[in-house]
Structure formats: structure tokens, C-alpha cells
């Protein structure tokens, strides 16, 4: 029988310590000869080429952080959002995958409109269904395309939301440019991405004195270096398959986002909450 301090990790899909969606690294490692290829060449590996599963899995592994905090604990950090959510307000979810995230604010929410954009055909496919089992189709409109295509009127949206995604995209400063235009002068961005330090040397091993130290089995900020791996087998490669690629990946340090919040227009930028894996940014036009 599985002991009860194990089974958190096992079985509650909605639990902060859920594990099994990790499963999608090993697919990362099958795909290792691929990587190794594309970073001899400079080419890069289309997001479908990892499979269903892989979608799948980052959705569950991204759902208990929507459920247990999104409403609960993002939200309240841009009071004047949450107020304008209450009375209805329009939504736009870029990056949105299987629509996690817009399906738990609609059912928060039950006046806003959310427009969900992903360009990947399989995450809004398991989107539309999702959205459809929740009883929410009437509040979310899913769109299978890049934020630039999706044609949201200028200045309509109150929220844009870009969680766990921006890392991912060829072209973030365009991107946020088209959030900008398609936010109201009273709206704002709230981004979620990789908390990771600002210098690759504090992503090391460090011994008591401070001093960097070689690779030991305890090492200092695990999670930073994990999220660099995942961004040389997965983030990277995909993004490179694109021209002119920024080429970020995970490790997209809070210098950098505010960087391109800057690049993109915006006249502020900030951190207004951090947890255990996400640093959250605000953005105003």
C-alpha cells in the first residue's frame, strides 16, 4: 500500500506536489539524438514533433498552480483588475494551451469574456473539449493561431494574460507590442514565467563562504539549472525553428522580461508576486 505521505505526489491531480505529469521529460530524452542535431545545424524542432504527450503533461503540471492560486492568490495582487473581472470584463489568454487557466477564471468569473489563443492545433483541440465539459463555451472563444493573427480589436481588452509562455515565443517584444495594442489604456499584463536568479553563476552550487563550488548532489537553486535542461531539450529548440528567433527558453531572468516589456512600449513594469517555480509580472500601457 502506498504510505500516506507518498500519495499526495501520486494521486491528487489538484495538489501542489503532483509529480507523475514529469513524465514528459522522458520524452524530452528520446528526443535527445534530435537535439543534439539541431544544435550542430542552429535549426530547431517543431513543438507537434514531441507528441500529445507532451502537451498533456505540461497541462497537468501547470493545473494545481490555476486551481490553488490563480484566483486566490494572483488575482488579489492587481485589485483594480479584479474589480473590473467582477463586473465583466473582456480577457485575453495568450499562450493559452489546453485553456486551463481560462476555464478556472470564466468559472470565477461568470461575466467576463475570455478570448484563449494558442497556435497549436492539439492543445486548442483538447481545449475546446475541456471548455466544453465545464459549461463555460459561452464565456471563452478559442482561437487555433498566433496573438498577431488573432484580430482582437485595438484597445479592447481590460487583462491580457501570457503564463509560462512568453520563454517559449520567437518574437516577445512583437508579441507584447500586440498586447499593447489591444489593451485598454486602464488594462494590464500579468505575465507568469520561470523564476530563475539574474546571473547564470547564482544558478551554481555555492559552498558556505559563498564561493562557487563543483557539482555536489545537494546542490543550491536545483530548480534554476533543472529549468535550463528542459530549455536546451524543449524551450530552444522549438523556438529556433522560427527566423530571427529571440531564443530565451526557461531562463528568462527578470532583467530580461523587464527589458522587453520596455523594448515593447510599456511604461511599467514590475514584480508583484513570486511562488515556488513563477515570478509574476505586472504591465501597464
Known sequence: MLPKTHAPVFLDKL???????????????SMIPEVVKVCKSGEGIPFE????????AISEMNHPAYHNEYVQQWIPKLPDIQKKLENGARVADIGCGTAVSSI?????????????I????????IANKKIQEAGVSKQITTHCCTATEAKIPDHSCDFVTIFECLHDTPNPV????????????????????????DTFEDMLPKTKDGSVQKWSENPNNFLARLNYSLSVMHCLPQSMC???????????????????????GFSKSDVV????????YRLDP
Open 15 to 29: 495538489g501542489p506536489y503532483l509529480m507523475p505529469a514529469a513524465i514528459c521529460i522522458t520524452q524530452f530524452a
Open 49 to 56: 514533433k514531441y507528441g500529445k504527450e507532451v502537451v498533456t
Open 104 to 116: 478556472i477564471l470564466a468559472k470565477s468569473f461568470p461575466n467576463v469574456k475570455i478570448d484563449a
Open 118 to 125: 494558442d497556435c497549436d492545433k492539439t492543445s486548442i483541440e
Open 174 to 197: 512583437e508579441i507584447l507590442k500586440e498586447v499593447k495594442r489591444i489593451l485598454k489604456k486602464d488594462g494590464a499584463v500579468l505575465i507568469a514565467d520561470e523564476k530563475v536568479p
Open 242 to 264: 522560427f527566423k530571427n528567433s529571440a531564443a530565451i527558453g526557461t531562463v528568462i531572468k527578470k532583467s530580461t522580461m523587464l527589458q522587453l516589456a520596455k523594448d515593447a
Open 273 to 280: 508576486h513570486e511562488n515556488g517555480n513563477w515570478r509574476f
